[in-house]
């Protein structure tokens, strides 16, 4: 799935779980894009972009999974803006990330 990137956030805390009462600790990655509408229903349609936000785990080995090779402060911020494809796996989790290339036209077709 194409989508143009509109934020990236590192976030990294902490909270008590109010089911466990047990501290858990986080530091994630969130990536806020803009991509296709999902199908529409035979109900209704729909035209232009829906907001998508995936998190991962700032994790080295799941960063390489995702990125290719772990992404630094400034490699973050430069996907602002910026068309990505997004690949995600059979779960609908989000395996790999890569820039989009589009198709080279044919001039005069």
Known sequence: ???TII???HRKGD?????TNE???FDNIQIYANGPI?????EGFALGKAPITEK???DKDILESVFGSVPTADDLKS???VQYEFYY??????EMIKPFEAPLSKKGA
Do not use: A, I, Y
Request: net charge positive.
């Open 1 to 3: 799935m194409v989508v």
């Open 7 to 9: 934020g990236v956030e």
């Open 15 to 19: 909270f008590v779980d109010k089911k």
């Open 23 to 25: 501290r858990v600790v």
């Open 38 to 42: 999902p199908s529409p229903t035979k």
């Open 56 to 58: 991962f785990q700032n």
């Open 79 to 81: 996907m602002v803006g």
């Open 89 to 94: 796996n059979q779960k609908g989790r989000l």
